[in-house]
Nanobody, 124 residues
Framework: VQLQAYGGGLVQAGDSLRLSCTAS????????MGWFRQAPGKEHEFVAM????????LHAGSVKGRFTISKDSAKKTLYLQMNSLKAEDTAVYYC??????????????????WGKGTLVTVSS
Protein backbone atom coordinates (compact mmCIF):
# COMPACT_ATOMS: atom_id res chain seq x y z
CA VAL A 1 0.00 0.00 0.00
CA GLN A 2 1.33 3.40 -0.98
CA LEU A 3 0.14 6.43 0.94
CA GLN A 4 0.44 10.08 0.01
CA ALA A 5 -0.58 12.79 2.41
CA TYR A 6 -1.11 16.39 1.45
CA GLY A 7 -2.93 19.53 2.52
CA GLY A 8 -0.60 20.94 5.16
CA GLY A 9 0.31 24.57 5.37
CA LEU A 10 0.70 27.65 7.51
CA VAL A 11 -2.44 28.81 9.31
CA GLN A 12 -3.31 30.99 12.26
CA ALA A 13 -4.60 29.78 15.57
CA GLY A 14 -8.34 29.19 15.38
CA ASP A 15 -8.26 28.38 11.67
CA SER A 16 -9.28 25.14 10.01
CA LEU A 17 -7.39 22.87 7.66
CA ARG A 18 -8.18 19.57 5.99
CA LEU A 19 -5.55 16.96 5.32
CA SER A 20 -5.99 14.25 2.73
CA CYS A 21 -4.24 10.95 2.17
CA THR A 22 -4.66 8.90 -0.96
CA ALA A 23 -3.99 5.19 -0.92
CA SER A 24 -3.00 2.99 -3.81
CA UNK A 25 -2.19 -0.65 -4.16
CA UNK A 26 -4.07 -3.33 -2.30
CA UNK A 27 -7.69 -3.31 -1.36
CA UNK A 28 -8.21 -1.68 2.00
CA UNK A 29 -11.26 -3.61 3.13
CA UNK A 30 -9.85 -4.91 6.43
CA UNK A 31 -7.43 -2.11 7.06
CA UNK A 32 -7.24 0.53 9.71
CA MET A 33 -6.02 3.89 8.50
CA GLY A 34 -5.19 6.94 10.48
CA TRP A 35 -3.08 9.91 11.33
CA PHE A 36 -0.06 10.44 13.51
CA ARG A 37 1.90 13.59 14.05
CA GLN A 38 5.40 14.46 15.10
CA ALA A 39 6.30 17.79 16.60
CA PRO A 40 9.93 18.98 16.59
CA GLY A 41 11.96 17.02 19.11
CA LYS A 42 9.11 14.70 19.99
CA GLU A 43 8.07 11.20 19.12
CA HIS A 44 5.17 10.24 16.89
CA GLU A 45 1.83 10.92 18.52
CA PHE A 46 -1.40 9.13 17.68
CA VAL A 47 -4.07 11.49 16.36
CA ALA A 48 -6.95 9.46 14.93
CA MET A 49 -7.78 6.12 13.37
CA UNK A 50 -10.64 4.75 11.30
CA UNK A 51 -11.69 1.26 10.36
CA UNK A 52 -11.90 1.18 6.60
CA UNK A 53 -14.84 -1.23 6.60
CA UNK A 54 -17.60 0.12 8.77
CA UNK A 55 -16.08 3.45 9.64
CA UNK A 56 -15.57 3.09 13.40
CA UNK A 57 -13.11 5.71 14.54
CA LEU A 58 -10.99 6.84 17.44
CA HIS A 59 -9.55 10.26 18.23
CA ALA A 60 -6.83 11.19 20.68
CA GLY A 61 -7.99 13.13 23.67
CA SER A 62 -5.87 16.12 22.67
CA VAL A 63 -7.83 16.55 19.43
CA LYS A 64 -11.25 15.18 20.30
CA GLY A 65 -13.95 17.68 19.47
CA ARG A 66 -11.65 19.63 17.17
CA PHE A 67 -10.40 17.06 14.66
CA THR A 68 -12.49 14.56 12.70
CA ILE A 69 -11.22 11.63 10.71
CA SER A 70 -13.22 10.42 7.74
CA LYS A 71 -12.81 8.51 4.52
CA ASP A 72 -14.09 8.21 1.00
CA SER A 73 -13.91 4.55 0.12
CA ALA A 74 -14.58 5.09 -3.57
CA LYS A 75 -11.68 7.51 -3.82
CA LYS A 76 -9.51 5.50 -1.43
CA THR A 77 -8.86 8.75 0.37
CA LEU A 78 -8.53 9.45 4.06
CA TYR A 79 -9.23 12.87 5.53
CA LEU A 80 -8.48 14.74 8.71
CA GLN A 81 -10.60 17.83 9.26
CA MET A 82 -8.84 20.04 11.77
CA ASN A 83 -10.78 22.89 13.35
CA SER A 84 -9.88 25.39 16.07
CA LEU A 85 -6.20 24.80 15.45
CA LYS A 86 -3.77 25.65 18.21
CA ALA A 87 -0.06 26.38 18.17
CA GLU A 88 0.56 23.03 19.85
CA ASP A 89 -0.94 21.28 16.83
CA THR A 90 2.13 22.30 14.84
CA ALA A 91 3.74 19.11 13.57
CA VAL A 92 4.42 16.95 10.59
CA TYR A 93 1.30 14.88 10.03
CA TYR A 94 1.60 11.36 8.66
CA CYS A 95 -1.03 9.00 7.39
CA UNK A 96 -0.48 5.36 8.18
CA UNK A 97 -2.19 2.04 7.64
CA UNK A 98 -2.42 -1.25 9.43
CA UNK A 99 -3.68 -4.45 7.85
CA UNK A 100 -6.15 -5.03 10.68
CA UNK A 101 -7.90 -3.11 13.41
CA UNK A 102 -6.14 -3.12 16.77
CA UNK A 103 -7.99 -3.36 20.05
CA UNK A 104 -5.20 -1.87 22.17
CA UNK A 105 -3.50 1.50 22.29
CA UNK A 106 -2.48 2.84 18.93
CA UNK A 107 1.19 3.66 18.47
CA UNK A 108 3.52 4.23 15.58
CA UNK A 109 5.24 0.91 16.12
CA UNK A 110 2.23 -1.19 15.20
CA UNK A 111 1.51 0.46 11.85
CA UNK A 112 2.43 -1.38 8.66
CA UNK A 113 2.55 1.38 6.08
CA TRP A 114 3.46 5.05 6.18
CA GLY A 115 3.16 7.96 3.84
CA LYS A 116 5.44 10.94 3.69
CA GLY A 117 4.37 13.61 6.08
CA THR A 118 2.81 16.97 5.46
CA LEU A 119 3.77 19.93 7.62
CA VAL A 120 1.13 21.86 9.52
CA THR A 121 2.28 25.08 11.14
CA VAL A 122 -0.10 27.00 13.38
CA SER A 123 0.95 30.51 14.29
CA SER A 124 -0.34 32.01 17.51
Amino acid sequence: VQLQAYGGGLVQAGDSLRLSCTASGRTLSNYAMGWFRQAPGKEHEFVAMIKWSGGSSLHAGSVKGRFTISKDSAKKTLYLQMNSLKAEDTAVYYCAARTAWYAGSWSAGIMDYWGKGTLVTVSS
